[in-house]
């Protein structure tokens, strides 16, 4: 069963990172190359389309999973590999789920509120772009780093 769980948080955490990847490596750049209007119109639907059961049972999903671990490797203390299973559970909780809660959801119901014709659509635009892909960054490499500790973890501990 744990075995199940660690597999699950490690193809979850891996999804993930890849998601973000895609939007830091390619989205973020080609919505910015639009016009700030345009720019805002296709995020904003972006971020209604992407709050869906299949990203969301994954993103928070995994969020569950990380809880569980934490949760039976401090039960199974001292056995070997559950360090790295308990860190990458944490760092998917924090650098992921809570990164996005505390940056990237707020500034997405920022934006989700701005008109895109508003005459400081271009500030507004381009400091969504900046700020968001900074923290994009961060919980890509968070959800990355998760997916490596899962794997290592699961393998140091016989899986």
Not at 67 to 93: D, E, K, M, N, P
């Amino acid at each position: 069963m744990v075995d199940l769980l660690v597999l699950g948080a490690a193809l979850g955490s891996g999804l993930i990172a890849g998601t973000f990847f895609v939007f830091s490596a390619a989205i973020m750049t080609a919505l910015g190359r639009l016009p700030p209007n345009e720019g805002i119109r296709a995020m904003q639907s972006i971020n209604r389309v992407i709050l869906n059961p299949i990203f969301l049972g994954v993103f928070l999903g995994t969020g569950v999973l990380s809880a569980v671990i934490i949760v039976l490797a401090v039960l199974r203390s001292g056995q070997i590999g559950w360090q790295y299973l308990i860190t990458g559970a944490a760092v998917y909780l924090i650098g992921s789920v809570l990164v996005t809660i505390a940056f990237n959801v707020p500034m997405n119901n920022a934006l989700a509120a701005a008109e895109p014709e508003m005459p400081d659509a271009d500030a507004v635009w381009q400091n969504y772009l900046r700020n968001w892909t900074y923290w994009n960054h961060v919980r890509t490499l968070a959800s990355l780093i998760s997916t490596a500790l899962f794997i290592i973890g699961y393998a140091s501990h016989g899986g």
